[in-house]
Nanobody, 121 residues
Framework: QVQLVESGGGSVQPGGSLRLSCAASGSIFSIYHMGWYRQAPGKQRELVARITSGGTTNYADSAKGRFIISSDNDKSMVYLQMNSLKPEDTAVYYC???????????????WGQGTQVTVSS
C-alpha cells in the first residue's frame, strides 16, 4: 500500500505565501504523476496543479502565475509554492499521487488527509 503525508497548511493574510509538502511512502514501484487538489466548503474538489514524473506541469487557470508545483522523484515528494494568496484560495488542499504499487500492477490514485489553507485579513 501507499501512504501520502502532507504538511505546510496554515493561515495567512492576502498577498502572503505558503509552501505545501507531500511525501509518498510504501509500495511504490513507479510514480506517474503527483499533484494538488483543493475543496472549499460547498464546492467540488478541483485540480490546482499536477506534475508528471517527466516534469510536465499543469495548472488551474486560477493558479497560473501565482503557484508553482515541483517534485523530487528520488524522495517521492511533491511541493506547492503558493504566492500572492487570495481569500478565494481558502480550502482544504489534498495531495494526490498516481502510482503503480508493483510490477505489472495497475496505477492507482492515492490521496492524503488534506491540510487547511486559510487566507483572510
Amino acid at each position: 500500500q501507499v501512504q501520502l503525508v502532507e504538511s505546510g497548511g496554515g493561515s495567512v493574510q492576502p498577498g502572503g505565501s505558503l509552501r505545501l509538502s507531500c511525501a509518498a511512502s510504501g509500495s511504490i514501484f513507479s510514480i506517474y504523476h503527483m499533484g494538488w487538489y483543493r475543496q472549499a466548503p460547498g464546492k467540488q474538489r478541483e485540480l490546482v496543479a499536477r506534475i508528471t514524473s517527466g516534469g510536465t506541469t499543469n495548472y488551474a487557470d486560477s493558479a497560473k502565475g501565482r503557484f508553482i508545483i515541483s517534485s523530487d522523484n528520488d524522495k517521492s515528494m511533491v511541493y506547492l509554492q503558493m504566492n500572492s494568496l487570495k481569500p478565494e484560495d481558502t480550502a482544504v488542499y489534498y495531495c494526490n499521487a498516481n502510482i503503480s504499487p508493483g510490477y505489472s500492477a495497475p496505477k492507482f490514485n492515492y490521496w492524503g488527509q488534506g491540510t487547511q489553507v486559510t487566507v483572510s485579513s
